[in-house]
């Protein structure tokens, strides 16, 4: 079965770094999000991405937040200057909005701001 | 603000007996409605997808929607202690690609 891969699977940063997160989606999915979920809370919605764009935030998704498709397979989040309330769990999630099968998470990355 | 509300249980239920768990939402707008099983640590699992109202049915699983009541369950029958787990509630908004997670409701099935 198809899956959504996610590097690396756990990263601890210095307070103030920079962090990419890393997620390869389902090949033939157009959609593509990332949420996150801190400990024992919700899973909530930072950005989805389609067409090589931003198409909706969440007030999360601030400046310290952006995301890239560099190449077409790669979707990634990067985290500039980090801090200790980043730390969380980041899933990345890919669809094919056109069956509505709802979203493939990846395995996420659990990021350790320190 | 648009919520899901989930009761965060532990729903704790006997191995074999249907396990029940509940979820609304408030956005009268939202079409679609998931429900994901989470192990502790990992990422979240679709179970079941459902966008009509009434019953739909997969293996041990049911998911029921009513709109008119903005109420979404998930049945499971014959619980196994494999079920341990917690039961995410999702809905997506509408005219959004996002979806809204409930807290969870933490399901544990006794041998």
């Known amino acids: 079965e198809p899956e959504v891969t996610q590097t690396p699977s756990h990263q601890v940063t210095q307070m103030g770094q920079e962090v990419i997160l890393r997620c390869v989606p389902i090949?033939?999915?157009?959609?593509f999000y990332w949420y996150r979920q801190i400990l024992g809370q919700k899973v909530e919605f930072l950005v989805s991405?389609?067409?090589?764009?931003?198409?909706?935030k969440s007030e999360i998704f601030d400046d310290q937040f952006s995301v890239e498709r560099p190449d077409g397979s790669n979707f990634t989040l990067k985290i500039r200057s980090t801090k200790l309330e980043d730390s969380a769990m980041y899933f990345c999630?890919?669809?094919?909005?056109?069956?509505?099968?709802?979203?493939?998470f990846g395995s996420g990355t659990r990021l350790t701001v320190v | 603000q648009k919520e899901v509300e989930q009761n965060s249980g532990p729903l704790s239920v006997p191995e074999g007996a249907i396990a029940s768990l509940n979820c609304t939402y408030s956005d009268r707008g939202s079409q679609s409605f998931f429900w994901y099983r989470q192990y502790s640590g990992k990422s979240p699992e679709l179970i079941m997808s459902?966008?009509?109202?009434g019953d739909k049915e997969d293996g041990r699983f049911t998911a029921q929607l009513n709109k008119a009541s903005q109420y979404v369950s998930l049945l499971i029958r014959d619980s196994q202690p494999s079920d341990s787990a917690t039961y995410l509630c999702a809905a997506e908004g509408y005219n959004t690609d996002k979806l809204i997670f409930g807290t969870g409701t933490r399901l544990q099935v006794f041998p």
């Open positions: 991405f389609y067409n090589n764009e931003i198409s909706e």
């Open positions: 459902i966008y009509s109202n």
């Open positions: 090949s033939n999915h157009l959609y």
């Open positions: 999630a890919s669809s094919d909005r056109e069956v509505l099968y709802g979203y493939t």
